[in-house]
């Protein structure tokens, strides 16, 4: 019969408080950031569900204050504002999500191949990607877009161009790093072909860094379709979006409307704190540098 070494004073406190501490290693904010993430991609999901209007129906009801019969009141087409929000949350979250996924793919290979095999290879990306890193990103963003033209695919394909290069230099530098290992050089000696090398033994152990700059990435992503969107080169009217409806609400703001700007621009700003306090909490839990601290 196997003996129970577990301490009492461990066993002794909630499961909770044990998560807690050994989950998001007793950083209450990470906590909270998740609880707050996962409230609102549940929202999000189960939005199509919850929505109590058409979010694109315009009706003479404009400008409407929030009721019963419109929790968020109207906007200056008479269409309901709560609809609108949660549909642009999940369009936001979806659009940011795959921009950071294929970014995260492209970038990732670039930099496991730059990384470990070196060379002019190394030389002619890395140079590349100094280029593109040397101009504000929101600016490369602004130009890629009048380019491709607005539109959820063009944000999209901007999300994944413009953080590319992040992904490519960080995931190089892991590169560089862990293949003078011994593991690699056992791989080596086994008789393990270089892709091999790459995908099976040297891509999985870069899986933390990765994770902590898609969490964060995240966050800059879901600000800069709104951002572009405000801007009107984003996502196009009438398709519902956090930035546009902030954009349309404060034009309304010197007539009392103030729910058009606020609503959207209260669940943006929520989206944007509970990703980063994700992502601090990761940094702190993955990162070996942190956690020897």
């Not at 309901?80 to 949660?86: A, E, P, Q």
């Not at 902030?246 to 929520?270: C, D, F, H, K, R």
């Amino acid at each position: 019969m196997a003996l129970d070494t577990t301490p009492n004073d461990a066993r002794r406190k909630p499961l909770a408080t044990r998560l807690y501490r050994d989950v998001f290693g007793g950083d209450w904010l990470g906590l909270a950031g998740t609880i707050l993430l996962a409230l609102l991609l549940l929202l999000s999901l189960v939005g199509p569900w919850l929505v109590t209007h058409d979010p694109l129906l315009t009706t003479p009801d404009t400008l409407q204050a929030p009721s019963a019969a419109h929790w968020l009141g109207t906007d200056h087409f008479g269409r309901d504002v709560f609809s609108r929000t949660i549909t642009s949350l999940r369009i936001d979250f979806i659009v940011a999500g795959v921009g950071v996924a294929g970014a995260v793919v492209i970038g990732s290979f670039i930099g496991l191949i730059c990384g470990y095999l070196g060379g002019w290879i190394d030389e002619v990306v890395m140079r590349l990607v100094d280029i593109v890193q040397s101009f504000p990103l929101l600016l490369v963003a602004m130009v890629l877009v009048l380019v491709l033209g607005p539109g959820v695919f063009s944000i999209v394909v901007v999300t994944v161009i413009i953080n590319i290069p992040t992904y490519a230099r960080v995931i190089r530098g892991e590169a560089l790093r862990k293949k003078t290992l011994e593991y690699i050089d056992a791989a080596r000696c086994s008789g393990a072909t270089e892709a091999s090398i790459i995908f099976r033994h040297l891509m999985p152990n870069t899986l933390g860094p990765i994770i902590v700059h898609a969490s964060l990435n995240l966050a800059a992503a879901v600000g800069n379709v709104a951002v572009l969107s405000f801007l009107g080169i984003g996502i196009r009217p009438p398709t519902p979006d956090l930035g546009v409806m902030v954009a349309e609400g404060t034009n309304y703001l010197a007539q009392g409307a103030w729910w058009m700007s606020v609503a959207p621009g209260l669940v943006l700003v929520a989206a944007i704190f509970s990703l980063n306090l994700l992502g601090d909490c990761l940094e702190g839990r993955l990162d070996p540098r942190r956690m020897e601290r």
